[in-house]
Nanobody, 128 residues
């Protein structure tokens, strides 16, 4: 069974940076595509960023483009989300997700139903 454990969340001032990490275990062959989603209080969960197996294809929601970078280290079974120039509207619980599909186009990489494996989330709070 795939286990995903997020870390790196916290409280940061607007304009600051955070790097989230997601360590995957028990899931060789089930973490082909990795992604980050977020859910703000009272809102639906939304796609943030995704990366394919080799790291050659990434996808971002428009509101984080240029501010966030997703990367992965397959040797460590870890995916990262570097977030810079954080805004108060980035405040949310951030979830790591894994797919056993080889999603290779940005259009499908953000589709939540393609990710059967989820972490428990890490809180990111951006203060003004």
């Amino acid at each position: 069974q795939v286990q995903l454990v997020e870390s790196g969340g916290g409280l940061v001032q607007a304009g600051g940076s955070l790097r989230l990490s997601c360590a995957a275990s028990g899931g060789a062959g089930h973490t082909y595509t990795m992604a980050w989603f977020r859910q703000a209080a009272g809102k639906e969960r939304e796609f943030v960023a995704a990366i394919n197996l080799s790291g050659s294809v990434t996808s971002y929601r428009d509101s984080v483009k240029g501010r966030c970078t997703i990367s992965r280290d397959n040797a460590k079974n870890t995916v990262y989300l570097q977030m810079n120039s954080l805004k108060t509207e980035d405040t949310a619980v951030y979830y790591c997700a894994a797919s056993d599909r080889l999603l290779t186009t940005p259009q499908v990489m953000g589709v939540m139903r393609f990710y059967p494996y989820w972490g428990h989330g890490t809180q990111v709070t951006v203060s003004s």
